[in-house]
Nanobody, 114 residues
Framework: QVQLVESGGGLVQAGGSLRLSCAAS????????MAWYRQVSEKQRELVAA???????NYADSVKGRFTISRDNAKNTVYLQMNSLKPEDTAVYYC????????WGQGTQVTVSS
């Protein structure tokens, strides 16, 4: 069973930065794609950023130019660097990994105050 553990969330003022980490319990080379999603209350979970095993990335339009997803294969960890944060970025952020199955972390809260 693969486990994903997120960390790095917290409270930050608008314009500030946070870096989220997602540590996997197995070699991340085994995952086709790793991604960050976010969810606000009962709304649908939305894709924020994704990175493939080959390093290709894609981002939601709302975070392009502000967020950067990266991976450290040696540490089995994926990161989400979030800069120029806005109040509308407030959400629970979830790490996601896909192989033949899909795995989710437990989520980490990010709150951006105005």
């Amino acid at each position: 069973q693969v486990q994903l553990v997120e960390s790095g969330g917290g409270l930050v003022q608008a314009g500030g930065s946070l870096r989220l980490s997602c540590a996997a319990s197995s070699n991340i080379f085994s995952f086709n794609t790793m991604a960050w999603y976010r969810q606000v209350s009962e709304k649908q979970r939305e894709l924020v950023a994704a990175i493939t095993g080959g390093g290709s990335t894609n981002y939601a339009d709302s975070v392009k130019g502000r967020f950067t997803i990266s991976r450290d294969n040696a540490k089995n960890t994926v990161y989400l660097q979030m800069n120029s944060l806005k109040p509308e970025d407030t959400a629970v952020y979830y790490c996601n990994a896909k192989t033949s199955r899909t795995y989710w972390g437990q989520g980490t809260q990010v709150t951006v105050s105005s």
